[in-house]
């Protein structure tokens, strides 16, 4: 299962635009962003938020951070290569030998909403 990037983002020229917060290479973290299909005919998100790339199942969360271009790597080591179509666009990622095709770049304000802060409860 995936888990595990960490990245910054910066602005330049009026775009958002994200580079990787470590030693690695420097990613644009949005070109990652949608829905996958994923195992079992479910849905599986990528979501750019506070500074790191994040794959979401349901309601968990899991971490991934950069290791080459267009390779990041979950909390268990795995490496989960992203590949790109002809024009250059993200279209599918690996994970342990099996291809997971890219839906769409939109992520719901619902998943989204799985990042922001929550008021603490008294």
Do not use: C, W
């Amino acid at each position: 299962m995936i888990a595990g990037v960490l990245v910054v983002l910066s602005a330049a020229g009026g775009t958002r635009q994200t580079a990787a917060q470590q030693t690695g290479p420097a990613v644009h973290l949005a070109d990652y962003e949608g829905q996958y299909q994923y195992q079992d005919n479910t849905a599986l998100f990528i979501v750019a938020a506070k500074g790191r790339l994040s794959a979401v199942l349901g309601d968990g969360k899991y971490p991934l951070r950069a290791s080459s271009t267009d390779t990041f790597v979950n909390a268990t080591g795995d490496a989960i290569p992203f590949s790109r179509d002809a024009s250059g666009r993200v279209a599918a990622f690996g994970e342990r030998g099996e291809t997971f095709r890219r839906l769409s770049p939109d992520v719901p304000a619902t998943v989204r909403a799985l990042f922001e802060a929550r008021p603490e409860k008294d």
